[in-house]
C-alpha cells in the first residue's frame, strides 16, 4: 500500500518537507518514481518496434541489468514475472530473500509484501459486486458501510467510483507511524479503524485527483459490507482461490508468514518483522508470491478468464482498463484500480499502459499490464531502493519502445500575457503540502518556480497544457468555469495528486503592497496560513512565540500534530498547541531549555528558530557545507552552525544584506517578528535549497 517505507522514510519525509524537498510520502508510492527524467529533446529516439517477447530475449535483458554494479549495490532480492498470450514468459529470482541465511529468492515460494498493488485485488473485489449488482458505482459509499460520522460540507455524496478513483475529496488521512508495529496479537477491524480515523471532505468530490490510501480502506469495507464476508474470507474465496493463488493472503501467518523475505533498509540492514493495522489492510497489506501475481495477470489479460473459472465479465475487465481521472487526455491519473505509468518518457502513450506500484518498509512492488499486447510484467523486492524506477524504462525501451516515444503535439500559438494570467498563483499539492509552486507571468511567458527545480519557464502546446522548459515534460491546468485555475498537475514531481491554486492574497492594513515584506505574507495568506482579511491588522514588528513558531512549521509540512498522548515537557499540558510542539520533539527539532521546559508562550529568539530548522536538515546537509559562510554580530556558540545554514540557505528577510566583507548578521539574539517569521517560511516553500546547498559543496570542493 505505500505506507512509504513508514518509519524510516517517513521520519526522513517529515523532516525534508520542512525544506519543501520532495520525499516519499506516507501511502503514494515511493516519490522517486517522480525523479525528473532528463528533457525531450536529449532522450535517445525510440525505435518503432522493440524486441521480440521471447523467454530468451527477456533473459538476455534480465542477466546483464541484475547483475550490473549499480543495481547490485541496492539489491537484496527480486523476483521478475512476464506473462504474454496467456503464458508465462519468464518467471525468475534474483539475490536473496534473507541474505543471512543465504536464501535465494524463489518466484513460485519467497512471499514479498505486495503493499499497494493490494489496491488492484481490491478494486477487483468491488467490481465483482458491482457486477451482482450488490454495489453501484454511483452511489454513496455510505449505503454500504452505513453512516459514518465525518464533514461534508458541498452536498455532493463521495461515491464508490470516487474510491475508486482517488477523486473522493477528503483530507489526506494516511497511515500513522504505530500503525506499522510488531503488536502481532492485538486485532484490529477494518471498521473500528475507519470509525476511528474518518477525514472530513475538504474538496467537491469528483472534481480533483488525490491518490487516497484511506479511500482504498474505505472501498475495502463496501466490499466487506455488500459481500457480508470478512475482507480476508471473500477475497481468498471470489479472487485467490478461482484463480489458484495459494500463496497470497493478508494475514501475516503460516506459510505467508514463514516464506515472507526479509525487509532491508537502503543500507542493506536488516528490518524486524511487523505487522498492519487494522490487521487486514485491503490498500496494502496483501502478501503473495511472483507465480500468484503471474495467475493474476494471466487471467486479467484473458478478459478475466482462469481456465474453466472466472473472476470478472470481460467487459468489466475492460472497464477497468479506462482512464477515468484526468486533468488533460495525455495526463491520465486513474482506471478503476490502476493508474499511469509515472515514468513514461512521451506522455502520449500513456493510456495504453495501465500500472500499479506500492511501497512498504523494506518492500516494493510494480505491476505494468499493456492490454493491447496482452501483456503483464511485475516486479516485486525487499530492499528500499529505486530499483523499479530503473527497470520500468530499461524494460519499456527494449520491449515496446513505442510506448516511449515522445508525444508529437500540433503547433499552438500562446495566449496573450493577459490571458495567461489565468493560471497565476501559488499551489500547493494536494499530497505534499510544503510541495508549494508559485506560477506567475514575466515578460510575457508563464514561469513557474518550486523548491525543486527552481525557476522555468513553461511553454504553451494546448488550451491548458504546458511543456517544462526544464525538464521537456508536460504540466496542465484545470480550469474552473469563470476560466481561471483550480488544480495543476505536474506528474515529474508528483504523479500522485493535483496542486490546488490559493486564493489571492490581499494583505494587511499594516502590511500594504508597498510593504517590503508583502510578498511572503500574501503567499501565506494564499496557501491558508494566514487570515486573508485585508481589514485586519498583521501586527508584522510582534514577536511570534516559540509555541505559534512550532505550529506553523509544522501545519506548512502537512502535520496535524502528535497523537501519542504524550507530552516531553511538563508546560504544555493544557496549551492548543501542544501536539504540534510534541510532533517536533518526536522528529528531533526541539530539546527544550536547560530549566527542563519549553516555555511556549515565550517569543523565540531568532537563533532558537534557526536551530530548529538546523535540526531537521544537518543529518542532510552537514555542518561542513556552511564553515565558509561569514556572521557579523553576535551569535551564541551553541547556534552558530544553525545560523550560518539559515544564512547560506537564505532563511531571512530583506532586511538583511551581507556587509562590504560578505558578512550578515543575522541578529540572532533579536526577537523574530512575525513578518520575519513569514519571510523563512516564504524561502522555505520557494528557495532552490538543494541548488544552493550543490552549489556551496562545488565551492568548498573547489577551495581544497
Same mark, same amino acid.
Given at each position: 500500500? *505505500?505506507?512509504?517505507?513508514?518509519? *524510516? ?13 520532495? /520525499? ?11 525523479? /525528473? ?73 519467497? /512471499? ?9 485485488? *481490491? ?70 479503524? /475507519? ?258 527545480? %527552481? ?102 509540512? %502537512? ?5 501519542? %498522548? ?51 536538515? *544537518? ?86
Amino acid at each position: 500500500m *505505500n505506507l512509504s517505507w513508514l518509519r *524510516n522514510r517517513s521520519a526522513l519525509w517529515t523532516k525534508t518537507v520542512l525544506s519543501a524537498a520532495l /520525499v516519499l510520502t506516507l501511502t503514494a508510492p515511493a516519490v522517486q518514481a517522480a525523479a /525528473v527524467p532528463p528533457a525531450a529533446s536529449d532522450a535517445p529516439a525510440a525505435a518503432a518496434t522493440g524486441k521480440p517477447l521471447t523467454a530468451g530475449n527477456v533473459d538476455a535483458f534480465l542477466k546483464p541489468f541484475f547483475s550490473s554494479k549499480e543495481v547490485q549495490a541496492q539489491l537484496a532480492g527480486a523476483v521478475v514475472v512476464v506473462v504474454k498470450d496467456g503464458k508465462t514468459v519468464v518467471k525468475e529470482g534474483f539475490g536473496y530473500a534473507d541474505k543471512a541465511a543465504k536464501t535465494k529468492v524463489d518466484p513460485d515460494q519467497t /512471499v514479498f509484501r505486495m503493499a499497494s498493488v493490494s489496491k488492484t485485488f *481490491n478494486a477487483v473485489a468491488a467490481m465483482q459486486l458491482v457486477e451482482q449488482g450488490k454495489v453501484d458505482l454511483k452511489a454513496d459509499f455510505q449505503t454500504y458501510t452505513g453512516k459514518l460520522d465525518f464533514d461534508n460540507p458541498f452536498g455532493v455524496p463521495v461515491t464508490v467510483a470516487d474510491l475508486l478513483t482517488h477523486t473522493t475529496g477528503f483530507r489526506i488521512q494516511d497511515p500513522l507511524p504505530e500503525d506499522i508495529n510488531q503488536d502481532f496479537t492485538t486485532k484490529v477491524s477494518i471498521e473500528d479503524y /475507519v470509525v476511528k480515523h474518518m477525514p472530513p471532505v475538504v474538496r467537491k468530490p469528483g472534481t480533483s485527483y488525490m491518490y487516497d490510501n484511506f479511500a482504498s480502506m474505505l472501498l475495502g469495507l463496501v466490499v466487506e459490507k455488500a459481500s457480508g464476508m470478512p475482507y480476508e474470507e471473500y477475497m481468498e474465496k471470489h479472487v485467490f482461490g478461482p484463480l489458484n493463488m495459494d500463496s497470497s493472503g493478508f494475514l501475516l501467518e503460516g506459510k505467508l508468514k514463514d516464506n515472507l523475505a526479509t525487509a532491508y533498509d537502503a543500507t542493506g540492514k536488516a528490518l524486524d518483522l511487523y505487522t498492519l493495522t487494522p490487521t487486514v489492510m485491503p490498500q496494502g497489506g496483501m502478501l503473495s508470491t511472483g507465480d500468484d501475481i503471474a495467475k493474476f495477470m494471466t487471467a486479467f489479460l484473458d478478459g478475466g478468464a482462469a481456465g474453466t473459472n472466472r473472476i470478472l465479465k470481460a467487459d468489466t475487465v475492460q472497464s477497468m482498463e479506462e482512464y477515468r481521472s484526468s486533468i488533460h487526455p495525455l495526463l491520465p491519473n486513474t482506471t478503476y484500480g490502476f493508474e499511469a505509468a509515472f515514468q513514461l518518457p512521451g506522455a502520449g502513450s500513456s493510456p495504453k499502459i495501465i500500472t500499479k506500484a506500492g511501497d512498504l518498509i523494506g518492500f516494493s512492488t510494480y505491476m505494468v499490464l499493456i492490454p493491447e499486447q496482452n501483456t503483464g510484467v511485475f516486479i516485486a523486492y525487499n530492499q528500499q531502493s529505486a530499483l523499479r524506477e530503473q527497470f520500468y524504462p530499461a524494460f519499456i525501451q527494449n520491449f515496446f519502445p513505442q510506448y516511449a516515444a515522445p508525444v508529437k503535439l500540433d503547433a499552438y500559438k500562446p495566449m496573450s500575457a493577459e490571458a495567461l494570467k489565468a493560471f497565476t498563483g501559488y499551489y500547493a499539492d494536494l499530497r505534499m503540502k510544503s510541495l508549494v509552486s508559485t506560477v506567475s507571468v514575466q515578460n510575457g511567458a508563464l514561469m513557474i518556480n518550486d523548491a525543486l527545480l %527552481g525557476s522555468r519557464k513553461l511553454i504553451q502546446v494546448d488550451d491548458n497544457l504546458f511543456t517544462d522548459e526544464l525538464t521537456g515534460k508536460l504540466t496542465a491546468f484545470d480550469l474552473k468555469a469563470d476560466g481561471q485555475s483550480a488544480y495543476m498537475k505536474e506528474p515529474y514531481l508528483n504523479p500522485f495528486g493535483y496542486a490546488q491554486r490559493g486564493p489571492d492574497g490581499v494583505g494587511y492594513a499594516d502590511v500594504p503592497a508597498s510593504h517590503p515584506y508583502a510578498t511572503p505574507v500574501k503567499m501565506l495568506q494564499s496557501l491558508g496560513y494566514l487570515q486573508n482579511d485585508a481589514s485586519l491588522s498583521f501586527q508584522p514588528d510582534s514577536g511570534i512565540t516559540r509555541a505559534q513558531y512550532v505550529r506553523l512549521m509544522m501545519e506548512s509540512s %502537512g502535520l496535524r500534530g502528535s497523537d501519542s %498522548g504524550k507530552l516531553a515537557f511538563p508546560d504544555l499540558q493544557g496549551h492548543s498547541d501542544a501536539a504540534y510542539i510534541q510532533q517536533a520533539v518526536e522528529l528531533g527539532m526541539i530539546e527544550g531549555t536547560a530549566s527542563g521546559e519549553f516555555q511556549p508562550d515565550r517569543v523565540i529568539t531568532r537563533q532558537e528558530a534557526a536551530v530548529m530548522i538546523w535540526r531537521v536538515y *544537518n543529518q542532510q546537509y552537514p555542518d561542513k557545507l556552511f564553515e565558509k559562510v561569514k556572521l557579523s554580530g553576535t551569535t551564541d556558540k551553541w547556534a552558530v552552525p544553525a545560523v550560518k545554514m539559515a544564512v547560506a540557505l537564505g532563511l531571512y528577510g530583506p532586511d538583511f544584506k551581507p556587509d562590504a566583507k560578505g558578512a550578515v548578521d543575522y541578529k540572532s539574539r533579536a526577537a523574530l517578528s512575525k513578518k520575519e517569521n513569514a519571510a523563512i517560511l516564504y524561502a522555505l516553500f520557494t528557495n532552490p535549497i538543494n541548488q544552493s546547498v550543490t552549489q556551496l559543496s562545488a565551492q568548498a570542493d573547489g577551495g581544497k
